[in-house]
C-alpha cells in the first residue's frame, strides 16, 4: 500500500452528504463508468434542480428517463423517493445505526444491492470499516498490489482486506485510485 501511495499519491476524499441526492447519485453510478455516471448525474440534476423525494416522484419515471437513467434505475430511484415519502426509509435514522442494520434497510429497497449500501455507508456515512468485496475494480488492485496474476474472488478479497481493518474504507479508497493509475497486463 505505501508504495502504490508513494507511486500515485494520496486519492481525491469521496465523502458526500448524506441523504437521498448521494443514495441516488450511487445509484446512477451503478455499472458505468466515471464519465459516464457523472454526465448522466449533470443531466438528472438539470431536470430535477434539487434532487429530493419529492422533485422525483414530481418527474415520475417518465422524466427521470428523459433525464438519462435507464428505465430501471428510473423505477429504483422512484421507488426509493416513494419509501422515504411513505416513511418507510428513514436516512437520517439510519446514521444511528449498526452497518449490518443499513445493509439491511437499504438492501430490501429494489435497485440498493450489497455494493450500493456499501458505498453509501463509506462515503455517505464515513464508515471506517467498510469492504466492498464485490467491486471488480477493487479486486483487480488489490490482487495487482499483492502481486496475484488473476483477480481474487470476493471470498478472496475477503482474506486479503483483513489486513487493513478497522479501516478497510481507506483502503478502499486508495485501491480504487491505484487501480485508475497501475499499467495494464500485457
Known amino acids: 500500500m505505501r508504495g502504490a501511495m508513494d507511486a500515485y499519491g ?3 476524499s469521496r465523502k458526500r452528504d448524506p441523504g437521498f441526492a448521494t443514495l441516488v447519485r450511487i445509484i446512477v453510478d451503478q455499472q458505468v463508468s466515471v464519465q459516464a455516471g457523472a454526465a448522466i448525474w449533470a443531466r438528472v440534476v438539470g431536470a430535477l434542480e434539487d434532487v429530493t423525494p419529492a422533485s422525483v416522484c414530481a418527474a415520475g419515471e417518465a422524466g427521470l428517463r428523459g433525464a438519462g437513467l435507464s428505465g430501471a434505475k428510473a423505477r429504483y430511484v422512484s421507488g426509493i423517493a416513494q419509501a422515504i415519502l411513505a416513511g418507510d ?3 437520517k435514522r439510519l446514521q444511528r445505526c449498526r452497518e449490518d442494520t443499513v445493509r439491511r434497510e437499504l438492501t430490501t429497497l429494489k435497485g440498493i444491492g450489497p455494493w450500493t449500501a456499501d458505498i453509501y455507508l463509506m462515503f455517505a456515512m464515513g464508515r471506517p470499516d467498510v469492504w466492498p468485496v464485490g467491486d471488480i475494480a477493487l479486486q483487480a488492485a488489490a490482487g ?6 488473476n483477480r481474487p474472488s470476493a471470498a478472496e478479497l475477503e482474506e486479503i482486506g483483513a489486513r ?23
Open 10 to 12: 494520496r486519492p481525491k
Open 89 to 91: 426509509l428513514d436516512l
Open 144 to 149: 495487482r498490489l499483492i502481486g496475484q496474476l
Open 164 to 186: 487493513w481493518r478497522p479501516y478497510r474504507s481507506v483502503a478502499a479508497v486508495m485501491l480504487w485510485h491505484y487501480y485508475k493509475r497501475m499499467p495494464a497486463v500485457r
